[in-house]
């Protein structure tokens, strides 16, 4: 295993049936794929695991802001779920600013992207959107437009996303908020993103995961 990847959950990517040997796709065989499927399965059920990696790089960078984004990151979550919210809500707040290591000028497609085959098409659009309904809040200080949000009136899920933004994330940056800690969310993260619910990975037949 290469150095850099020994810090990464499941990276160690154990081969149960060993390795594929095509030098390309188009000498593949079933065989080979299915060396592949067997490897991926082992490694997929270390993707919340990963999860937490990437959310704990946010852990210290506060990018100017009063907390950091890992803070920011547990206190929406924590103000969702102590507002009732289901978990599929929650762990979608909760990784809402996932991306924001990786997407600098996009950081909500981050976010969707992961939680794409897991969460509602609610919950989905809220995530995606986020970043322009939290604009309303602040974009102009900085000479924005901050209702680039009424591009989207009457779309069916304005509301829901404004809420979002309004009730959990613009508030989500007190210093002195009792804020839950990530260990409190893991079981609910396994509980939403074990298993995918759309991928072009499901198998048709029964819905379940290639890999
Ligand atoms: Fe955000
Ligand atoms: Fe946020």
């Given at each position: 295993m290469a150095d850099d990847l020994k810090n990464i959950p499941g990276a160690s990517h154990e081969e149960p049936m060993g390795r594929a040997e095509f030098s390309a796709f188009t000498n593949a065989t079933a065989e080979d794929w299915?060396?592949?499927g067997a490897a991926n399965s082992v490694f997929a059920k270390s993707h919340v695991d990963r999860l937490i990696t990437h959310l704990n790089l946010l852990k210290g960078d506060c990018?100017?802001?009063?907390?950091?984004?890992?803070?920011?990151?547990?206190?929406?979550?924590?103000?969702?779920?102590?507002a009732?919210?289901?978990?599929e809500y929650v762990v979608s707040a909760l990784l809402h600013d996932i991306g924001d290591t990786l997407?600098?000028?996009?950081?909500?497609d981050i976010a969707a992207a992961i939680l794409r085959p897991f969460v509602s098409d609610a919950n989905l659009w809220m995530v995606q959107n986020h970043g322009i309904f939290q604009g309303y809040y602040f974009f102009h200080h900085l000479g924005l437009d901050r209702n680039m949000r009424d591009q989207f009136q009457g779309h069916p899920y304005y509301e829901y996303t404004a809420q979002f933004c309004h009730l959990f994330d613009q508030p989500a940056f007190d210093g002195a908020y009792d804020t839950m800690p990530l260990d409190a969310f893991v079981p609910m993260m396994h509980r939403v993103l074990d298993k995918p619910k759309q991928s072009i990975y499901l198998r048709k037949a029964t819905n379940e995961a290639a890999w």
């Open positions: 299915q060396k592949i990018g100017g802001f009063p907390v950091d984004r890992l803070e920011h990151s547990l206190q929406t979550a924590t103000r969702a779920h102590r009732g919210m289901d978990e997407g600098v000028f996009n950081h909500p």
